[in-house]
């Protein structure tokens, strides 16, 4: 079956401006969630989503948001973008309880100049 | 979630086994261990999880320690294409609000040589 998608793959925006990354899960799966990737910080969390909630969130600033629809698709939207804000940002989804893994899609890639 | 050691790097020759190795000797009872890999600039790759007894999928052998203070994932007939930073993670099933978290730390560098 389809894994994760996620779109676009590459983007470049400037300082300042706004944007939206879109996840879509694995068929069946409801809970998605978010990482951002630096070569300096690793792997970190930003949020998770199960069934339209919130369930987690990490140690962000208010400028990262997120959401989910009732398909499970998800966004994320970094405003006011700055320079620290280049990263690979992940999506994950999974069935969401017990012992079911995380299944990750291949990334989008932002750069911020 | 309990914390995870595992070495910085390793190699290992094309054909023969890999055998990674984690610690995680803070474990709980109810924490299962898994492993992912990534590939460069692709996202991570699930490869298998267990909580106490060996597992085994098409990809991976999954060998957890009595005490479950360790476990080694081996590759049992590594390729050149297996070259990748691979993720120990250990997670509590507890479901509800920390699931969607995985704490990773910096993994181990697998390099495989023809």
């Known amino acids: 079956k389809a894994g994760v998608t996620q779109t676009p793959r590459y983007l470049i925006k400037t300082r300042g401006q706004q944007v939206t990354l879109s996840c879509s899960p694995i068929s069946g799966h409801r809970s998605v969630s978010w990482y951002q990737q630096t070569p300096g910080q690793g792997l970190q969390f930003l949020f998770e989503?199960?069934?339209?909630?919130?369930?987690n969130k990490g140690n962000f600033p208010g400028r990262f948001s997120g959401r989910q629809f009732s398909n499970s698709r998800s966004e994320m939207n970094v405003s006011t973008l700055e320079l620290g804000d280049s990263a690979l940002y992940l999506c994950a989804s999974s069935f969401g309880q017990g012992s079911s893994p995380l299944h990750f899609g291949n990334g989008t890639r932002l750069t911020v100049t | 979630d309990a914390k995870t050691t595992q070495p910085p790097s390793m190699d290992c020759a094309e054909g023969r086994a890999a055998n990674l190795p984690c610690n995680h000797s803070t474990i709980s009872g109810n924490e299962y261990v898994y492993w992912y890999r990534q590939i460069h600039s692709q996202g991570p790759q699930y490869i298998i999880h267990g909580l106490k007894n060996n597992e085994t999928n098409e990809m991976a052998s999954l060998i957890i320690t009595e005490d479950r203070k360790s476990s080694t994932l081996i590759l049992p007939h590594a390729t050149l294409r297996d070259t990748a930073v691979y993720y120990c993670?250990?997670?509590?099933?507890?479901?509800?609000?920390?699931?969607?978290?995985?704490?990773f730390g910096q993994g181990t560098i697998l390099t495989v040589h023809p």
């Open positions: 989503y199960f069934s339209e909630t919130q369930r």
């Open positions: 993670i250990v997670r509590l099933d507890a479901g509800g609000t920390s699931y969607g978290k995985l704490t």
